[in-house]
Every structure is written in C-alpha cells, then in structure tokens.
C-alpha cells in the first residue's frame, strides 16, 4: 500500500469515527453514515450488547450509547488493584470507565484515541462517571505517547483493524508493556482461508472488516516482536469467514 493510500485510509477512519462520536450528541447512539463503522446498527456483532447488564449499569448513558467494539476486553483481562492499563483507540471512553473501577484509586487507565471528536466525548463521560483516576490522550496507536516498559495491561476493542500500520502497533505495544505484562484485546479476526482480497469483498476498511488480520498473521506478528503465550479465540461471527476475537498475549519477563 502507497503512503497516499495510507492517508486516504487514515483521514476516512478518522471522519467516520469523528461522525460517530457527533451523532452520540445529536441522537441516541453512535451511529455512521451508511452503516459502515464497526457495524453497530447492521447486527449483534458490535456495541454494548457485548457487555453484561451490570457493566452497563456502570456507565453513563453517553458511554454505553458510544459503544463501537466487538467484544468487551476488560472482562478478559482479568484486572487488579493498582495496575496501570492502557486502552488503544479509547472512543467514548466504555472500557477505560470499566477498568478505572476495577483498578481502583490506586490504579491508573489511560485512553488513547487520535480522534479529537471522540476525546471530547470521553472526557465528558469521565466528568459524568466522576472516574478520577483516568487519562485521555491524542494519538496514534502506531506510536504511543508513553514511556518504555511504563504499563501492566493493554486493552483495545475493535480498533487494531483499521490502523495502516499494524507491524508498528504490535512493536508499540511490546515496547510500553512492563516485562510480565498482558493484553486482552477484542477485535475482529478473519479466518485463515480468506485471502485479503476476499476480506476486502465482505465489508469496508473503516467498518471493521477489510482490515481484519487473518489468525495467522496476528499469531505471525505479535510472536515477531516478542511477544508470548499467544491466544486467539473466535467468539462470534461478524461476517462469512470473519470474527470477533479475543486475542490474550504477554510479554515474557528476562531470564
Ligand atoms: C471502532 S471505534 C472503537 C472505540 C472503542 N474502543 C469502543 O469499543 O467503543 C475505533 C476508535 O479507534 C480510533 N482509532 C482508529 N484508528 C486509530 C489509530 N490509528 N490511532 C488512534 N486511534 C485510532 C477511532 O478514532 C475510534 O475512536
């Protein structure tokens, strides 16, 4: 892919997710123009549907409202007391919410998100949800605004499909993990007979789906820059050949 390709991608991901977090205020859900970002209003494969009724609960409406994942990757990472997570393309801000409770004061949960539209609405459902340990960032997933060896967690719903750039997310995030830390991330998967052209045939890029890694090359990328321990579950179909996954990985300790 071109460098132009890649921006074209890039500035269409940011427009439909700027659109999404503006419809949060002008209606009653995240929605998108021609039902093609990560596909809330086209089936039961994306939203808050994908959360129990007591995390829902736990939210302000606007949060639960702006749900755009595939999945719920706090309810995989098995959070603690005092740990510093961090949620990559944080949107409305749902699952940093979640996890700032279940770390608790001491802990800390940063959100990143590179869209300005959706960090001004998360920062609101933060003030609405009077979470005081959370941190919304602008960024790219590709090149994180953090410190080396500076998290213990790493979440992410949805979003590591659409980045033009995965190599780099993966390296970025081996690099922010403290040694010993752990990712719990949803997102949408293809199976391995699907070549990317036939991705490509079964949705948009910024819907969630032509971007999809295949289980391979997920497994293939994350194990390149050192990651350990791999797993990649399919959960639910989202489209023929193409998942919501739950990908559990870590990055080893030194010997
Ligand atoms: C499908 S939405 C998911 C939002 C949120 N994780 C959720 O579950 O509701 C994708 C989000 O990722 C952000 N995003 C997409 N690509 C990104 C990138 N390369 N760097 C930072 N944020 C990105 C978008 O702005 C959007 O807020």
């Known amino acids: 892919m071109s460098t132009t390709d890649h921006d074209q991608l890039l500035g269409q991901v940011r427009d439909r997710y700027a659109a999404a977090a503006i419809s949060v205020n002008d209606r009653t859900a995240a929605s998108c123009c021609e039902n093609s ?8 494969g994306f939203g808050a549907a994908l959360y129990t009724l007591d995390d829902q609960a736990e939210l302000p409406d606007a949060a639960r409202l702006a749900s755009l994942g595939c999945g719920n990757p706090t309810a995989v990472a098995a959070l603690r007391d005092g740990e510093t997570v961090l949620d990559l393309g944080s949107g409305g801000g749902i699952d940093v919410l979640l996890s700032a409770r279940r770390v608790g004061p001491t802990g800390k949960v940063y959100g990143l998100d590179m869209t300005d539209e959706m960090l001004h609405l998360a920062r609101r459902n933060a003030d609405a949800a009077g979470a005081t340990n959370v941190e919304f960032l602008k960024g790219r997933i590709e090149a994180i605004p953090l410190p080396d060896a500076s998290v213990d967690v790493i979440i992410s719903n949805c979003v590591i499909n659409l980045s033009v750039d995965k190599p780099a997310v993966l390296a970025e995030m081996h690099r922010v993990l403290r040694p010993g830390g752990r990712i719990g991330i949803s997102d949408v998967v293809a199976e391995d007979r699907l070549s990317p052209a036939q991705r490509q045939e079964r949705g948009s890029y910024v819907g969630c789906i032509a971007g999809a890694l295949s ?6 990328g994350l194990a390149a820059v050192g990651f350990d321990d791999i797993a990649i579950e399919f959960t639910h179909q989202v489209a023929d050949g193409l998942h919501g996954a739950i990908v559990r990985t870590s ?3 030194p010997r």
Not at 37 to 44: H, L, P, S, W
Not at 215 to 220: G, L, N, T, V
């Open 251 to 253: 990055k080893p300790r």
């Open 37 to 44: 970002c990560c596909d809330v209003d086209a089936g039961e």
């Open 215 to 220: 289980r391979s090359e997920y497994r293939d």
